[in-house]
């Protein structure tokens, strides 16, 4: 499986950006999906997860209420959708996929299958 995230940029406190990602290969379903960031001089972390069929999500405490992950099996597709961002949403943006819900979410990453590139996202105060 190869990832391809768009959508990144610069962004006002308080707006909203939408980042997606591509999946090439046909076992796009077999997957569960999820965003992880990392912001200058810290380390990689988890952001969003979502189950193979999209009828999960999950989400890290920082970004509960403000972000939405949602999938289009269809198209091979995730997206985070990101509202009401803050200045400490400044990150690379990264799509990964695992076989479980718990390769995404675990804090070990190693359980990560395949990863995306990342996608700058700079939010301004």
């Known amino acids: 499986v190869q990832l391809q995230a768009s959508g990144g940029g610069l962004v006002q406190a308080g707006g909203s950006l939408r980042l997606s990602c591509a999946a090439s290969?046909?076992?796009?379903?077999?997957?569960?999906m999820g965003w992880f960031r990392q912001a200058p001089g810290k380390e990689r972390e988890y952001v969003a997860a979502?189950?193979?069929?999209?009828?999960?999500?999950y989400y890290a405490d920082s970004v509960k209420g403000r972000f939405t992950i949602f999938r289009d099996n269809t198209k091979n597709t995730v997206t985070l959708q990101m509202n009401n961002v803050q200045p400490e949403d400044t990150a690379v943006y990264y799509c990964?996929?695992?076989?479980?819900?718990?390769?995404?979410?675990?804090?070990?990453?190693?359980?990560?299958?395949?990863w995306g590139q990342g996608t700058q996202v700079t939010v301004s105060s």
């Open positions: 979502i189950a193979w069929t999209g009828g999960s999500t």
């Open positions: 290969g046909r076992t796009f379903s077999s997957y569960v």
């Open positions: 990964a996929a695992g076989r479980t819900v718990r390769s995404i979410t675990d804090d070990n990453q190693r359980l990560v299958d395949y």
